[in-house]
């Protein structure tokens, strides 16, 4: 796969003006007629997901397709990253936090036409726990000793310890609940609760979700919603400018920005996610098993030079896995410095003067593919010549993520899922790292449910992931929007990977 040297990625102003002129027509048209249909949407995905199933894949596009459209769980996370209500209508803790018994929604369906209660939880979250569960969050449900059905519509939870953030997991895409009756199938034609129904899936260009008619709660305006899978950052600018769709949540080409902020046809929104941007590290492949390697390669990268160079500004740097928006963010940016004689010096000190090869596997987003160019043009200046690696969405999940063996020295990936540090406590995902320190750490967070005493902890746990450069933390990604101006109800921010349509509509 050819990949382009920064300077040749530009969309040339002058051409894109020409493609902004030659199109206003049409676009005027397409805006008018869809502006008046008031019942469809078609958004853009630079990522196809690998399948439909939020419990059986950690890709962020699943959930961006099918969270709250298709798929719900006992509780949601709203725009603000708010715990909702949603299958269970309420709730109370007892037992010192340990108990949680829900009361769920009566006269709920599935899209298939089975009802909906308390066994379907039951299963669900004994399924995503179980010995045999392929779910990429399984961690969300350690605390589960037991889940029993009380009555049809009324379900208790058992944790081992007090959970402070059980009912924000219980929100996570991976969480939601299933039929017993579809959920094998749910890779490929998923059947859920929510407000859209699955409807057509044609590989490599779109998914089709129609509006689900027996919904249990309120109507919405939608009858219909496609995202349209467009992978070419220079595709989408075009896409977007013909009115072959109305919008793109989560915009793939930053350079391209300034000119939809100055075009009135469109809405551009510039919010936060939950997305920290990473040179992810095999902790225990040689020499990366070497604390003073990756603190050599901490102080070669130049976080600066990666925002502005692969993302055009967009992004806000990081020196930890914790998002800057949230109250208890530790800032280490400046723990590691750009500072070149002192990563040669530590290199040296490990052993390697003269620097070492290794590879570095980038997926598709433009992040990965440019920042990895920048990445691997900062490591050589320290002596560390790296091959760079194309790979496609699927391997890197086959390859890096997923695999006994992790087949990989370093990869640039953007970890999406809300207050996710706690992956650093399981040393068998895919960076391998394996601290005692840091895992009684997180020992102790999930026991305590007072806010200052979580922040408290929080705050350990980033300091202590810093100190041994487990990764490079390069930048917390940046959620740019953009989307036909009569469009309303897409969210600005991304506390959860979700593109919720439920409150999407067209202006009058």
Do not use: C
Request: charged share 25%.
């Amino acid at each position: 796969m050819r990949y382009l040297k920064p300077a040749t990625r530009h969309i040339a102003k002058g051409a894109l003006a020409l493609l902004l002129s030659s199109t206003a027509l049409q676009f005027a048209v397409t805006n008018s007629a869809i502006g008046a249909m008031k019942n469809s949407v078609t958004l853009g995905m630079s990522l196809e997901p690998p399948h439909l199933d939020p419990t059986a894949g950690a890709a962020a596009a699943i959930d961006e397709v099918v969270y709250a459209n298709v798929f719900e769980g006992l509780t949601r996370i709203d725009r603000n990253g708010v715990v909702k209500p949603a299958l269970a209508e309420s709730w109370s803790v007892s037992d010192g936090g340990k108990a949680y018994t829900f009361k769920l929604r009566t006269g709920v369906k599935f899209h298939d036409g089975t009802v909906f209660d308390a066994d379907d939880v039951k299963f669900s979250l004994d399924r995503a726990r179980g010995e045999k569960s392929t779910n990429a969050q399984k961690r969300l449900f350690k605390a589960i000793t037991s889940v029993d059905v009380v009555d049809a519509a009324t379900v208790k939870i058992t944790l081992s310890s007090p959970a402070g953030n059980f009912l924000f997991n219980m929100g996570w895409g991976d969480a939601i609940i299933v039929g017993s009756e579809s959920a094998e199938n749910n890779k490929t034609t998923p059947v859920g609760t929510g407000p859209f129904k699955f409807s057509k899936w044609t590989k490599g260009l779109s998914i089709v979700l129609a509006k689900n008619d027996g919904y249990w709660g309120e109507q919405k305006v939608l009858d219909k919603a496609e995202f349209r899978i467009i992978p070419d950052a220079a595709a989408a600018v075009a896409a977007l400018l013909a009115g072959d769709v109305d919008g793109f949540a989560n915009f793939p080409s930053p350079e391209a920005i300034p000119q939809f902020q100055a075009d009135p046809r469109f809405t551009v929104m510039v919010g936060s996610t939950e997305g920290e941007t990473i040179l992810s590290t095999n902790n225990k492949k040689k020499p990366f098993d070497d604390v003073r390697v990756r603190r050599a390669i901490a102080h070669a990268i130049d976080r600066k030079a990666i925002i502005d160079g692969a993302m055009f500004g967009l992004g806000t740097p990081i020196g930890t896995h914790f998002a800057p928006h949230h109250p208890a963010y530790v800032d280490n940016v400046n723990k590691y410095p750009h500072d070149i004689a002192k990563s040669k010096a530590l290199l040296a000190e490990a052993g390697f003067p003269d620097g070492f090869k290794a590879t570095i596997k980038l997926p598709p987003p433009t992040y990965a593919r440019r920042g990895g160019e920048i990445v691997a043009a900062s490591l050589r200046e320290v002596g560390i010549d790296l091959e760079i690696i194309p790979v496609e969405w699927g391997q890197w999940l086959e390859q890096v993520f997923k695999g006994e063996v992790k087949d990989y020295d370093l990869t640039i990936v953007s970890h999406t899922e809300p207050q996710d540090i706690a992956i650093y406590a399981n040393p068998g995902y895919y960076f391998q790292y394996d601290s005692k320190a840091f895992q009684d750490v997180m020992e102790k967070l999930n026991a305590t449910v007072d806010t200052e005493g979580r922040y408290a902890l929080m705050r350990q746990a980033q300091n202590i992931i810093s100190e041994d450069a487990v990764n490079g933390y390069l930048f917390q990604l940046a959620k740019a929007g953009v989307w036909n101006a009569k469009l309303e109800g897409l969210w600005e921010n991304s506390p959860v990977q979700a593109n919720d349509l439920t409150e999407v509509h067209w202006k009058e």
